[in-house]
């Protein structure tokens, strides 16, 4: 059973910048996708950010602002979230699929203060 372990959530001032992390208990060489997924108070779980084959996607409402990497040798994925605004406070949920799985880390709180 592979563990995704996220930190780097908390509290900013819109405008403001946080970079989220995600650790996998094994190598993620196989995980395609892999990606962030937010949910927010009374929404549905949208997709923000995943990367595949070495190409990138993103939604709409975060292009230009966050960026998603991925470091196979640290089986590390991050998004870097510059130009904060109100609108992407949620929970992050980091995801990987492993050929037919998927798995889920446990979330970490994002906050964007006005």
């Known amino acids: 059973q592979v563990q995704l372990v996220e930190s780097g959530g908390g509290l900013v001032q819109a405008g403001g910048s946080l970079r989220l992390s995600c650790v996998a208990s094994?190598?993620?060489?196989?995980?395609?996708?892999l990606g962030w997924y937010r949910q927010a108070p009374g929404k549905q779980r949208e997709l923000v950010a995943s990367?595949?084959?070495?190409?990138?996607n993103y939604a709409d409402s975060v292009k230009g602002r966050f960026t998603i990497s991925r470091d196979n040798a640290k089986s590390t994925v991050t998004l870097q979230m510059n130009s904060l605004k109100v609108e992407d406070t949620a929970v992050y949920y980091c995801?990987?699929?492993?050929?037919?799985?998927?798995?889920w880390g446990q979330g970490t709180q994002v906050t964007v203060s006005s």
């Open positions: 990367t595949s084959g070495g190409s990138a």
């Open positions: 995801y990987a699929r492993q050929y037919s799985t998927n798995y």
């Open positions: 094994a190598s993620i060489f196989s995980f395609n996708p």
